[in-house]
C-alpha cells in the first residue's frame, strides 16, 4: 500500500464515524488525490507550509461531510472541542464545535457539514481557518472544482453499491437465520 493511500484510509478512519475499509485512490485532479472506500468518497491535499497541514474532505452518500485539518506543529488535544469556522468566499461555517484529533506525529480537528458547504468549498479560491475568531490557516482551493466533480461521480457507485447491498439485505431477512433450529414437517420421528 503506498503512503497516500495509507493516509487517506487512516483519514477515513479518523473522520468517520463507523470503522474505515481500506481506502483507494481513484484519481487526481487539481492536485488533489481522491479516494474512495466502500461507503464514501473524498480528496485530500498536502500544502507544503510549516508543519505541513494536510486538509481531507470526505463526502457521505446522505450529504454530510467531513473536512480535517491536521498539521504536525499543531498541540489539538484528541477529542477535545474547538471553535473552529471556515471562510470560503464570502460565506462563513462554523458554529458547531470541531473535534481534537491527534496521532504521533499529525493534530487537528474534524468538523462535520451539510451538502451546502461542498458547493462553496468546491467554487472557492482560499480557505481561511479560524480558531475562536482568529484566522490560524490559509490554504488554497484550487482545483477543489474538478476535484470536488470526481468525488460526486464516485458517490455515485458508492450509492449504487450500498442500494445494491440493502436489496439484498432485504432478500435475505425474508430467510430463517437458522432453518435447522425447530423442528421440519418433514422430518421422519
Not at 479516494?35 to 481531507?56: A, H, I
Not at 499543531?74 to 458554529?95: E, H, M
Not at 432453518?179 to 421440519?184: K, Q, T, W, Y
Request: proline share 4%.
Amino acid at each position: 500500500m503506498n503512503l497516500r493511500v495509507l493516509y487517506a484510509a487512516v483519514a477515513v478512519a479518523a473522520i468517520s464515524s463507523f470503522p474505515a475499509h481500506a481506502a483507494e485512490i481513484i484519481g487526481t485532479r487539481g492536485g488533489w488525490e481522491v479516494f474512495r472506500d466502500d461507503k464514501s468518497c473524498g480528496l485530500t491535499m498536502d500544502y507544503e507550509v510549516p508543519g505541513e497541514t494536510q486538509m481531507t474532505v470526505v463526502k457521505y452518500p446522505g450529504g454530510n461531510i467531513r473536512i480535517m485539518i491536521t498539521n504536525t506543529e499543531w498541540s489539538a488535544k484528541q477529542d477535545q472541542l474547538y471553535d473552529i469556522s471556515y471562510q470560503l468566499g464570502g460565506a462563513t461555517y462554523g458554529g458547531a464545535k470541531a473535534v481534537g484529533t491527534a496521532d504521533r506525529a499529525r493534530k487537528g480537528f474534524v468538523s462535520t457539514f451539510v451538502a451546502g458547504f461542498a458547493d462553496d468549498f468546491a467554487k472557492s479560491k482560499l480557505l481561511r481557518v479560524m480558531l475562536s475568531g482568529e484566522e490560524i490557516e490559509r490554504l488554497s482551493l484550487s482545483g477543489t472544482g474538478a476535484a470536488m466533480t470526481l468525488v460526486d461521480q464516485c458517490l455515485e457507485a458508492v450509492r449504487a453499491s450500498l442500494s445494491a447491498a440493502e436489496r439484498e439485505k432485504e432478500k435475505r431477512s425474508q430467510l430463517p437465520k437458522d432453518p435447522f433450529a425447530r423442528p421440519s414437517r418433514n422430518q421422519d420421528p
